[in-house]
């Protein structure tokens, strides 16, 4: 009998024991898993241009639950104070002055080589489906392109397995949806010609029949008329192609919400690169958006954006995918109010401040034109938290290789994975900041700005560049507004950051270009 009570106990014991192995080997699986991570960028989003950060006159609920349930960084940056570079840094981990990446017309080339590591095609190597849906704006093709036929490279030829995307800005020629390589909707026997230098013959412009316009250029915008605006470059032909600017928002975001939807459904993960065009010029809220701010056009496509976050959330969640999904948001570069057109966003402004208290804004190496909303979330693994480590968009490749067990490198990228989950509230120690092939130093609490020839300003669009005649030393942490040059009372610190600099950056950085709007 007592053998038989102890046998008992022992089979209870071994099965217990086994039982629980089971559990934690379960939740190590669960844990293990790698997740989906969808990388929501947006354009021309200021700091201050979100609740969370002190927005005024625009509500961004869907953004700041993002923010308030996942990490909220205060010294978040793109690399870069306009698209082109910044994109390139996020999507290569590469510094975009190595490639001497600028602002592009949309008939540029492929920016990125076709041998060249990026974040897509690593995670591509990693197991995952990528996808990138919304503006691209790093070039497409080869000098002498024919948009009529396949386009030979796009973002698929780069660790894309799949693109629909806008070629560069809604502002630019050409105005049509590119799906795989292919422009969607071509009519064959109505071809697509574009010239960024010269106008075809007969075809309206801005410049020359404004009676044409429902939307009025104030710079730069004044070539071929498309649905009433002005853009920059000239365009003939591809009628049946051409996009409706309001859709935009809802055309991109029915092609994600069908991505989502699909990929969930495997059990491969996904990568989702999803870069809307908010709020970017021509600024064309759909009409249901239209007065949901009272910042005017500007304020009414940040709360269109807004709307778009919160039916992107809602598809995770109906899809079930919620708790294995990382979320990474921010923006391409700083806020500019007026970039081309009369739209009343400085008339409009009000109270709202679209830098949150920086200095400068797109175009500008003052710090606003490149310190940028920044929010990783991720349910069940992100615990909600405010930090001020520094990160940068740059720094994905790395972190997301850590996250997925990829031996893949990138020249410049850093490995904060720490700080993006939560974990930690150290990122990385320094970083070169850009704009306009113009670049400063940050480390720690401090930013350094050599001294640049050009103007202090550029009037058109009312922004102050950074182009100092004495070079500059702010410390941020105590002085976010830059109005306090420490430079003369600290001559050695001074000397040691630009060592650095130069070390890093290399003795050219003087080698600059001047800013074009066009």
Wanted: include cysteine; charged fraction near 20%.
């Amino acid at each position: 009998m007592k053998n038989s009570i102890f046998f008992h106990l022992l089979l209870v014991a071994f099965f217990g024991v086994s039982c629980q192995n089971s559990q934690q080997q379960t939740s190590e699986k669960t844990v293990s898993k790698k997740p989906n991570i969808i990388f929501v960028y947006l354009d021309d989003l200021g700091f201050g241009d979100i609740g969370v950060n002190g927005a005024k006159g625009v509500q961004t609920p869907n953004i700041d639950g993002l923010a308030n349930g996942g990490v909220n960084f205060l010294n978040g940056y793109a690399s870069s104070a306009t698209c082109t570079p910044s994109r390139y840094a996020a999507f290569t981990g590469q510094y975009p002055w190595r490639k001497n990446a600028k602002i592009l017309p949309g008939s540029a080339p492929m920016l990125i080589d076709t041998t060249q590591v990026t974040l897509a095609g690593m995670l591509k190597e990693a197991g995952y489906n990528t996808a990138i849906i919304g503006k691209w704006h790093l070039g497409l093709g080869t000098h002498d392109k024919d948009w009529n036929e396949h386009i030979y490279p796009n973002p698929n030829d780069v660790g894309y397995h799949h693109s629909y995307i806008m070629a560069a800005t809604q502002d630019r020629v050409p105005t049509v949806y590119i799906e795989d390589g292919d422009v969607v909707g071509l009519d064959k026997n109505d071809p697509i010609q574009i010239n960024y230098d010269v106008n075809f013959p007969g075809q309206p412009t801005g410049k020359d029949n404004p009676e044409l316009t429902t939307m009025k250029w104030h710079h730069g915008h004044n070539s071929t008329i498309i649905n009433g605006i002005p853009r920059i470059g000239y365009m003939k032909g591809g009628k049946s192609a051409i996009w409706n600017d309001v859709d935009m928002a809802d055309h991109f975001l029915g092609k994600v919400k069908n991505y989502i939807n699909e990929k969930a459904k495997e059990d491969k993960p996904f990568f989702l690169t999803y870069t809307m065009q908010q709020p970017h010029v021509p600024r064309t809220p759909h009409p249901r958006f239209v007065g949901k701010s009272t910042l005017g056009p500007r304020g009414d496509v940040i709360a269109e954006a807004d709307w778009c976050i919160g039916e992107l959330m809602k598809t995770i969640r109906e899809a079930g995918i919620e708790e294995n999904t990382l979320i990474v948001f921010s923006s391409d570069n700083g806020p500019v109010l007026n970039d081309g057109y009369y739209d009343d966003a400085v008339e409009k402004l009000g109270d709202h401040d679209p830098n949150g208290g920086l200095r400068g804004g797109k175009y500008s190496l003052y710090d606003a034109g490149t310190h940028v909303p920044f929010i990783t979330y991720w349910k069940g693994q992100i615990n909600p938290t405010v930090s001020n480590a520094l990160v940068c968009q740059m720094d994905l490749f790395a972190s997301l290789a850590e996250l997925v067990g990829s031996n893949m490198k990138s020249e410049d990228s850093e490995n904060v994975l720490s700080a993006l989950l939560g974990e930690s509230k150290k990122g990385r120690e320094s970083l070169i900041l850009e704009a306009t092939t113009r670049t400063s130093y940050r480390k720690g609490d401090y930013v350094l700005l050599p001294a640049y020839e050009g103007p202090e300003v550029n009037h058109e669009v009312n922004i102050e560049l950074g182009n100092l005649k004495e070079l500059a030393l702010y410390n941020l942490k105590k002085d976010p507004a830059q109005q306090n040059n420490l430079a003369k009372d600290n001559p050695e610190l001074v000397a040691s950051l630009l060592k650095e600099f130069e070390s890093k950056r290399g003795a050219d950085y003087k080698n600059t270009s001047a800013l074009e709007l066009k």
